[in-house]
């Protein structure tokens, strides 16, 4: 008996020790290629591009985060402090624009306002103006990719400044109102303090998807890391380039990370006594009424509303059949990968997690800090740091083969199906893991106990304790990482094996070719699948909202 347990325990350490391994492959991978590249390569950077890289991706994430900030907060506010007309359905329209990836919303809103596009086309008819005869707002901008980003990553900020605002306790306000402070002056003395530590979570997480994003800012010609490590790779082939533009960006998604982490663990959360009381919502009329109308429904218009009538109204005037054996192989791909990757990256996340549950300790800790780490950095630095070393590995091989058996092994690894499955692991495990072990924590120790006393092993208690209670737990992790897969794009880009395409690959060719009406399509197919971790969501939500007013 003591035997089968050690080799359950060991079974499950080990499994646990390969996906954290597996995550921190990449990121060794990229800061080995990038010193061992030469400083030519990165000194002809700093020379030409780097500064102009820098720059640009430090303006982009300084715009998303202010835009984040500003339109969560407000919103997280009017819809947990106020009553409005239309408040409860707001309040849950309001998460609706997490179900687009930015690069979806680029294409709807170029098809409308770029110069040939439907409004700068009627202003020019309305008014007998030439092209240089009126200024307009150019959509393909720095500007315009932070508004992409904006609209689809302000969900972050909001859900968790929502949830902040809910736990908190009616007697502080109350005592800054007794003092003298208007309703307006307590928010800003008392309620916002309060929930920094979620507003900046927020902002951090929305920052960090933006350093990530590729086909925003590649389809609006901004240049950023991001482009420049795909550029580096397929238009220069400069290996060394690529490698080293990934460490760049791969250090500011750390930082980034460690900041984030700071200020989760030096956050403070007090627990509800039995005297708090919820704060009263305050009820608006009038222009106030219509204010917050107008903050809440903004947002939601912009970020999800407008842009699925663009693509359905785009996708009726294309060329693109649904029903053709071309498009069901862009979906089967698509589906095969996101499952795939899914039940891989879920499968990793309950080996890590309970086995910090099994054993906790300093390894088990570093296991499950390693895992977290994919979250914070890019799909394309994944890929390039899994590339190098099993294409050096590939190669050595096939070296080996031809000098001692004259017989060519090809790339068994390099453009395969699972090494990039392996890469959708490393990006998404964190997901995936927060999600289960937000369940596990409802498991009590004791259950545990009990099982072992029944003769269960570790395994055994995993299998039939913990799981059968984790399950909608599970599912959810299951659906946010099948999601998060059919979006990704430069992973994808990169890693793809020849002639596989997915579709997010094919509504970013299509666009990439000026061919907007035809990647309406695909980007509608992903929508509609990206809606149903966002329902989830929703009726989260609203339970939440359920439990506060009790």
């Known amino acids: 008996m003591r035997r089968r347990k050690a080799g359950g325990s060991r079974l499950l350490a080990g499994f646990a020790g390969l996906a954290a391994a597996t995550c921190l492959l990449p990121m060794l991978a990229v800061a080995l290629a990038a010193t061992t590249?030469?400083?030519?390569?990165?000194?002809?950077?700093?020379?030409?591009?780097?500064?102009g890289y820098a720059f640009t991706t430090l303006v982009l994430v300084t715009l998303v985060a202010v835009g984040v900030l500003l339109i969560g907060v407000s919103t997280a506010w009017l819809v947990t402090m106020t009553r409005f007309p239309g408040q409860r359905v707001l309040e849950v329209a309001l998460v609706l624009p997490l179900a687009f990836p930015a690069y979806v919303l680029a294409y709807a809103y170029t098809h409308v306002f770029d110069h040939p596009g439907v409004v700068q086309s009627t202003l020019r008819d309305v008014t007998g103006w030439g092209p240089r005869d009126y200024w307009f707002p150019e959509i393909r901008s720095t500007e315009g990719a932070a508004l992409m980003l904006v609209l689809v990553l302000y969900p972050y900020v909001y859900l968790l400044t929502r949830a902040a605002f809910l736990q908190q306790s009616a007697a502080a306000f109350q005592a800054a109102r007794a003092l003298g402070r208007t309703p307006l002056g307590a928010f800003w003395t008392v309620s916002l303090p309060m929930v920094r530590p979620a507003i900046a979570g927020g902002v951090l997480l929305a920052v960090m998807e933006t350093i990530a994003d590729f086909g925003t800012v590649a389809y609006f010609g901004v240049q950023t890391f991001?482009?420049?490590?795909?550029?580096?790779?397929?238009?220069?082939?400069?290996?060394?380039?690529?490698?080293?533009?990934?460490?760049?960006?791969?250090?500011?998604a750390l930082l980034l990370a460690m900041l984030e982490r700071l200020q989760r663990g030096g956050a403070r959360y007090h627990g509800a006594s039995k005297r708090q009381v919820p704060i009263r919502p305050v009820r608006l009329r009038g222009w106030r009424a219509a204010g917050a109308v107008t903050i809440c429904a903004l947002p939601v218009i912009l970020g999800f509303a407008l842009p699925v009538l663009i693509l359905f109204e785009m996708a009726l005037g294309s060329e693109q059949d649904l029903l053709s054996r071309r498009y069901q192989r862009f979906i089967q791909n698509s589906l095969v990968l996101a499952s795939a990757a899914a039940a891989l990256t879920v499968a990793a996340a309950i080996a890590v997690g309970f086995y910090q549950r099994l054993a906790p300790g300093r390894i088990a800790s570093a296991a499950g800090y390693v895992a977290r780490l994919g979250y914070a950095v890019p799909g394309g630095v994944i890929a390039v740091g899994l590339l190098v070393p099993f294409a050096a590995f590939d190669n050595a091989l096939d070296a080996w083969m031809r000098a001692r058996f004259d017989y060519s092994t090809g790339l068994l690894v390099t453009g395969s199906i699972w090494l990039l499955v392996a890469a959708y692991?490393?990006?998404?495990?964190?997901?995936?893991?927060?999600?289960?072990?937000?369940?596990?924590?409802?498991?009590?120790?004791?259950?545990?106990?009990?099982?072992?006393?029944?003769?269960?092993?570790?395994?055994?208690?995993?299998?039939?304790?913990?799981?059968?209670?984790?399950?909608?737990?599970?599912?959810?992790?299951?659906?946010?990482?099948?999601?998060?897969?059919?979006?990704?794009?430069?992973?994808t880009l990169i890693m793809r094996p020849f002639n596989y395409d997915t579709l997010a690959v094919q509504a970013y060719r299509l666009a990439s070719d000026e061919r907007l009406e035809g990647a309406a399509v695909p980007s509608l197919i992903i929508v509609a699948v990206g809606l149903l971790p966002v329902v989830l969501i929703c009726r989260q939500v609203g339970r939440q909202v359920q439990g506060a007013g009790k």
């Open 37 to 51: 590249g030469g400083t030519g390569t990165i000194a002809h950077l700093l020379n030409t591009v780097l500064p």
């Open 226 to 252: 991001a482009t420049g490590i795909y550029t580096s790779w397929f238009s220069m082939a400069d290996r060394a380039a690529a490698a080293q533009l990934a460490l760049c960006l791969l250090s500011f």
């Open 425 to 491: 692991m490393v990006r998404f495990l964190a997901a995936a893991l927060g999600a289960y072990e937000g369940g596990q924590s409802t498991v009590h120790a004791n259950m545990d106990a009990a099982a072992r006393s029944l003769g269960q092993t570790p395994l055994g208690a995993l299998r039939r304790v913990h799981l059968p209670i984790l399950t909608p737990s599970l599912l959810t992790a299951l659906l946010i990482v099948f999601v998060d897969v059919m979006k990704e794009l430069p992973a």
